[in-house]
């Protein structure tokens, strides 16, 4: 079946400051991969689409200046919460698609924002 | 928008009964509609999909059915054993090769009480 993986699995942060989390693609090439947002007790909302070679796509309501993603490469994806809040403390999650094997998700970042 | 409807939020059902949710999606376009199991900590685990082509599709224990002129599927688990306590999502997109976005529903706490 097919694998993401994603990393790392939890990071505690000043506020501030920057922090990376990479989520790969370890069977098949990923051209397009996704970033989600988790709050507790709530579901996922997409906060952009990661497109290799190209800009990201955000949503609505979500600050390409503060989310910086990068798809370099075409089994990696970052994402990037810059000048980190508080209220940027969440779960972050990435996915893939396949035509065969639909969305497969990554385990998941905890982020907190001290 | 594209929007997703999931209902119950909270559903608690005695070990060996079935468990019944729903939703319910506003973009007639969509086409891909999966359902996840999400435990506490984790990325969510898709247990079972179904396409636009497809009325029912049943594995094992569970089953979705999709009625596209209402425009709603559902998810059906019988004899319910207690490590199906979880929180459920159904989604939605459209497209073929699952590139495109993909929209959760609010999810479902599922209690199963040996």
């Known amino acids: 079946g097919a694998v993401v993986s994603q990393h790392p699995s939890w990071v505690i942060c000043k506020s501030g400051t920057s922090v990376k989390i990479e989520c790969r693609s370890l069977d098949f090439q990923a051209t397009t991969m996704f970033w989600y947002r988790q709050f507790p007790k709530q579901s996922l909302m997409l906060m952009a689409t990661?497109?290799?070679?190209?800009?990201?796509?955000?949503e609505q309501g979500v600050e390409k200046d503060k989310f910086l993603i990068n798809h370099a490469s075409l089994t990696l994806s970052t994402l990037t919460v810059t000048s980190a809040h508080p209220e940027d403390s969440s779960f972050y999650i990435c996915?893939?698609?396949?035509?065969?094997?639909?969305?497969?998700f990554g385990s998941g970042t905890r982020l907190t924002v001290v | 928008g594209e929007n997703v409807e999931q209902h119950p939020s909270t559903l608690s059902v005695q070990e060996g009964d079935s468990a019944v949710i729903k939703c319910t999606y506003s973009?007639?376009?969509?086409?891909?509609f999966p359902w996840y199991k999400q435990e506490l900590g984790k990325g969510p685990q898709l247990i079972i999909d179904i396409r636009s082509n497809v009325g029912e599709k049943k594995d094992q224990r569970i089953a979705v059915t999709l009625n596209k002129t209402a425009k709603h599927f559902s998810l059906h688990i019988t004899e319910t054993q207690p490590e199906d306590s979880a929180v459920y999502f159904c989604?939605?997109?459209?497209?073929?090769?699952?590139?495109?976005?993909?929209?959760f529903g609010q999810g479902t706490t599922l209690q199963v009480k040996p």
């Open positions: 990661s497109n290799e070679g190209s800009k990201a796509t955000y």
């Open positions: 996915s893939r698609g396949h035509q065969n094997y639909g969305y497969t």
């Open positions: 973009d007639s376009a969509s086409n891909y």
């Open positions: 989604a939605a997109s459209r497209g073929s090769s699952n590139t495109g976005k993909l929209i």
